[in-house]
């Protein structure tokens, strides 16, 4: 069945993402994929807010590798611990991050990203299976709005990974 998400001219971010949350949901009921899960709440999520990249890393070892994506061509491996996601991931937590070129040890895949916020996805067991990324060409584009939604967003994915 196909799905298509349309958002309604709105200027605030909050009420986007008082509709995408409910479109994503129905996009994603009865998907058994997690990578094609991850493929079109990726799209969505870019289509919605148009930005410079978004898309997820899978947890595989002890490394993060490039997952679906919108945007422009990406890293395909960050160690744990490195980058902002790798920090995410080995911290559990989502970040956001103002300036890339304040934070320690950014990873520069473009140099036209400003400002990222990363957010852990977790499997059932809960622990930690991919990160979702997101970088824009604004600085201080994200904030506790985009953090809250888009840890909801991740959250679906959570029965779809051991």
Same mark, same amino acid.
């Given at each position: +069945? /196909? *799905? $298509?998400?349309? #958002? %309604? @001219? *709105?200027?605030? !971010? /909050? $009420?986007?993402?008082?509709e995408l949350v409910p479109q994503v949901r129905s996009l994603l009921e009865g998907e058994t994929d997690g990578i094609a899960a991850m493929a079109n709440l990726a799209a969505a999520v870019h289509g919605a807010f148009d930005w410079h990249w978004t898309g997820f890393y899978r947890a595989? %070892?002890?490394e993060l590798v490039l997952g679906p994506f919108q945007g422009p061509v990406a890293?395909? !491996?960050i160690a744990l611990g490195k980058g902002v996601c790798g920090t995410a991931w080995k911290e559990e937590?989502? +970040? &956001? @991050?103002?300036d890339v070129? #304040?934070?320690?040890? *950014?990873? /520069?895949? $473009?140099? #036209? $990203?400003?400002s990222e916020i990363v957010v852990p996805v977790r499997g059932k067991s809960g622990? &930690? &299976?991919a990160v979702m990324d997101i970088d824009s060409v604004v600085a201080d584009d994200f %904030?506790?709005?985009?953090?809250? /939604?888009?840890?909801? #967003?991740?959250a679906m994915l959570s029965p779809l990974f051991e």
């Open positions: +069945m /196909a *799905h $298509s998400i349309t #958002l %309604g @001219v *709105h200027t605030d !971010r /909050a $009420s986007r993402y008082a595989i %070892g002890d890293c395909a !491996r937590r989502t +970040m &956001v @991050v103002p070129d #304040l934070f320690p040890g *950014h990873i /520069a895949c $473009s140099a #036209l $990203s400003r622990r &930690v &299976v %904030g506790p709005i985009d953090a809250k /939604a888009l840890e909801e #967003l991740c």
